[in-house]
Each structure stands twice: as C-alpha cells, then as structure tokens.
C-alpha cells in the first residue's frame, strides 16, 4: 500500500497543513518526503499520523464495497442503464467505511462525476471534479486514466473542447500502462471521436468513430453503434458527401426505431434537419425539425429541444416567413421559462430584434452576442453573427467597422471550414 500518497489524500482532504499533522510526532520535512514516497516511515509513526487523522490504520478491506462493484457501477453509468446506476449508488453509500479508503473514494468521486454528467447535472458535476482534482498528485495510473477521461468530459460538457481533446488523450496515454477493459476502450474512442468532431478534426474523428464503431458491432452494442453513425453522418456532411451523411443517419435511425430510443431520433431529426439546411432545401429542414419535437423531451434533453426550435426560427427566416419565425421565436421564449440557456435566449432576441426592425440590434449584437460567443469559442456563431452585424455596418457606411467583423469571420470560416451538426 501507498501509505505516503494515503496520507497525503486523508490530510488535504481534512484541510490539515503539514504541519498541524506533524506536529509532535515528526518535523514536516519529514512528513513531507513521506506523503512523496522518499522514504519508508516505521510503523509506530503511521499509526500516530492515521490516529491524528482519525482513520485505522490496518483499515481493513472487508469493510469495504469490492472494487468490481465500483467498476460494476460505472459501466452502468457509460452504458446509460439509469435504472441499474442508480441501485448500484445506493449499495455503495450504504458502505460508510468506502469514504475513508483512499483509493475507492477516488474512484466513487470519479465515477460519480460521469453519473451526474449523465443526469445532466453539469455545474454539480464541474464542482465535485473541483474537488477531486485537488488530490490528483496522490492518484496512480489506474486513477490518473479515469481522471484524465472524466477530466475531458466535463471541460467537454462546459464546451471547452480544446482542453476536452488534450486530456482524452492523456487518458489514452495512461490506458496503455493498466489494464482496461474492451467497452472502456470503445468508449474511450467514442469520446475521443466527439471530442474531434467538435474541433472539426474531420479525418480524425471518422478514425475514431470507425474504431469505435467495430468494436461496438462486433458487441453487438446497437444503441452506441447508432451515435457512432449520428457522428459519421454529422462529419460526411461537413465533407458535403450528402449521400454517405444520409447513409449513416439512416442507419442510426433504423437502429433507434428498434430499440425505441427517443434521444437517439430526436437527435438524427435535428441533424438531418442541418443537413437539409445545408443542402438549401429548407421545407425538408423544417420537417425535419419539427419531426424531432414529436418525441417527448424531459429537462436533460433541454438543449436538443432548443436547438431544434432555433432550426426552426432560422429556416423560416431564410424563406422569409417571417410569421412563422415570429411564431417559434415565442415558442423559444415559453420554453426558456423552463429549460433556461443563456445562448438560446441570445439566439431568439436576436431574431426578435431582426423582426421587428429594432434600432437596438447592433449594440445587441456589438455588446451582447459576440463577445459571449467569442467567450464560449463557438465558433459557428462568431461567424454567422459577424457577417450580419459586417452587413449591417456596411449598410451604415460605417465600413471601417464594418471590415472588422467582416475579417473576423473570414479569418474564423478559413481556419474552421467545415462547421455544422449537433452532437449531444
């Protein structure tokens, strides 16, 4: 056993110095190449440090929730087995003595990150990663590989999908040096491939989503082959291979007919509904849409029911039916009651404005738009917002002003050409 990493993670954890729990047993230098693994205390002097933290010694690990059954949990949680997570959280918080055990406290916090990411709870998620990464010096490899792929989950769910793709990559980098099972491999592949797809790494994310695709079908996993298609359709339409794109989100509508998963159809909907957009047919758009909205929606699949109304607003914009967009933006605004977003609310003011004739949609767009997108690196909307606000300006003979957005998106759509789909 580590004692020096354990001792280490039960001291920060109490918010103790090293000197507070050094004091009368040994000098904190001494402690502090202990907690570092320089040296190999005697044993009298563990058992004064355990005792100070309050936590025995021997510790022993019959009292403890096997680790298969953590490992039984979170293989519930990547799977989405709501039902069999939740029973399993249960059994494990019953084990009072887990949370003084170092190395399972580490892997409860980790995994338990994953489930509140999975119920949708992201700024609960984003304070317990706060927590735990505070004791990642104490973490071995087997920790590390699990801390580096929660890592990239949550900074990919907050949309930092930069940092999100660094550190799914430092999990890879560790999985080579333990043990992991096949569906952890695939499902290290499947995050990779979103990561990838959200920075526009096209080739890279096909790579991914291919690798993750076989061994989920040679598993006969249907439901993630069928967000690995969602993803190769997403990415074929960047490519403007329309017919491999449609391909591929055929595929992953047969497979979610099949197993009846609403999130999964609601997701090809809204993307075959891009995909039209793109193609300029936008009656095929909005059918697509509104398809999307006949399957029912709960609070975690807020962001797709804002998303598919957003299509609406625009696609009926674009074909000047501006009744039509008037009457969706009203939608969005009943739904936010609910479901609050910051980004959507920015979205149907913006189309409120538009409508309207508003004298106010250049400082909305200046003071409001722009920079929380500019915040948020979506780069999408940067660009759509710059050109209209360049246009507008232009209009204005103020081109100086004008030339400046209007380079922000050129240098934006060169670096980023292929944007476009939703993944959730």
């Not at 929660?150 to 940092?163: A, C, H, P, S």
């Amino acid at each position: 056993m580590e004692y020096g990493k354990a001792l280490r993670f039960h001291r920060v954890k109490q918010g103790l110095t090293q000197n507070q729990l050094a004091e009368g047993i040994i000098s904190s230098a001494y402690l502090s190449k202990i907690e570092n693994d320089q040296t190999m205390p005697a044993i009298e002097v563990l058992e004064l440090l355990y005792e100070r933290l309050g936590i025995d010694f021997n510790d022993p690990a019959i009292n403890h929730p096997s680790k298969e059954k953590l490992l039984e949990w979170y293989e519930a949680i990547v799977h989405k087995r709501t039902d069999d997570a939740r029973e399993l959280q249960d059994e494990l918080l019953q084990q009072k003595s887990m949370l003084e055990n170092h190395q399972l406290y580490v892997f409860y916090e980790l995994f338990r990150i994953r489930y509140l990411l999975l119920k949708g709870e992201v700024e609960e998620a984003y304070e317990a990663w706060e927590n735990i990464k505070q004791h990642k010096d104490t973490f071995d490899e087997e920790m590390a590989f699990y801390y580096h792929l929660i890592t990239g989950l949550v900074m990919y769910y907050r949309g930092d999908f930069d940092n999100s793709y660094e550190e799914l990559l430092e999990a890879k980098n560790h999985s080579s040096a333990i043990e992991v099972k096949n569906w952890e491999i695939s499902d290290l592949f499947y995050l990779l491939a979103l990561g990838t797809s959200q920075l526009n790494f096209i080739s890279a994310s096909i790579f991914y989503t291919e690798q993750a695709l076989e061994r989920y079908q040679s598993h006969y996993d249907l439901s993630r082959s069928a967000d690995c298609h969602i993803i190769l359709g997403i990415n074929f339409s960047r490519l403007k291979n329309y017919t491999k794109s449609l391909e591929n989100y055929e595929l992953a509508k047969k497979i979610a007919l099949q197993t009846d998963d609403y999130f999964q159809l609601r997701l090809v909907f809204i993307n075959l509904g891009v995909l039209e957009s793109r193609r300029g047919k936008h009656e095929a758009s909005i059918n697509n849409y509104k398809k999307s909205l006949e399957y029912p929606f709960d609070r975690e699949a807020k962001f797709e029911l804002l998303n598919a109304i957003h299509g609406l607003v625009t696609e009926h914009y674009k074909m000047n039916d501006l009744n039509g967009c008037s009457y969706w933006v009203e939608d969005g605004f009943k739904k936010l009651l609910t479901y609050p977003s910051t980004a959507h609310k920015l979205h149907f003011t913006f189309y409120q404005l538009l409508i309207e004739d508003s004298q106010d949609i250049e400082s909305f767009l200046e003071e409001e738009v722009i920079p929380y997108f500019k915040e948020k690196k979506n780069h999408i909307y940067i660009i759509r917002y710059s050109m209209f606000l360049s246009d507008l300006l232009e209009k204005k003979r103020m081109y100086k002003k004008s030339s400046t957005y209007l380079r922000l998106a050129i240098q934006l759509l060169n670096k980023h050409s292929h944007l476009g789909g939703i993944i959730l």
